[in-house]
């Protein structure tokens, strides 16, 4: 069963930067697919980006194209989301998440792990 911690959320004014990472442990994880999901105060769970095992392809929401990008470092176990251009609706708690589902992966039920989740925080 792997276990996945995020890290990185805060509050940053709008235009600003964050990245996220999330680390996993007890497992194997170059065999999971990983996805990046947010919820907004009042919102579901909503896809942001996905990356596949080998991290060869990646996939990401409209709202956040050309200004996010994930990544994943396999030797380490983390998977990372690197924010820019930040705007108040990208404020919202966070989630890594890991499937053995062939990706893109848009979908919470294609996770069979999930992270507790971050808290990101975008002043305008």
């Known amino acids: 069963q792997v276990q996945l911690i995020e890290s990185g959320g805060g509050l940053v004014q709008a235009g600003g930067s964050l990245r996220l990472s999330c680390a996993a442990s007890r497992g194997t994880f170059s065999s999971y697919g990983m996805g990046w999901f947010r919820r907004a105060p009042g919102k579901n769970r909503e896809f942001v980006a996905s990356?596949?095992?080998?991290?060869?392809?990646?996939y990401y929401a409209d709202s956040v194209k050309g200004r996010f990008t994930i990544s994943r470092d396999n030797a380490k176990n983390t998977v990372s989301l690197q924010m820019n251009s930040l705007k108040s609706e990208d404020t919202a708690v966070y989630y890594c998440?890991?499937?053995?589902?062939?990706?893109?992966?848009?979908?919470?039920?294609?996770?069979?792990?999930w992270g507790q989740g971050t808290q990101v925080t975008v002043s305008s």
């Open positions: 990356i596949t095992r080998s991290g060869d392809s990646t």
């Open positions: 998440a890991a499937g053995l589902t062939v990706l893109p992966g848009v979908r919470t039920y294609d996770y069979s792990y």
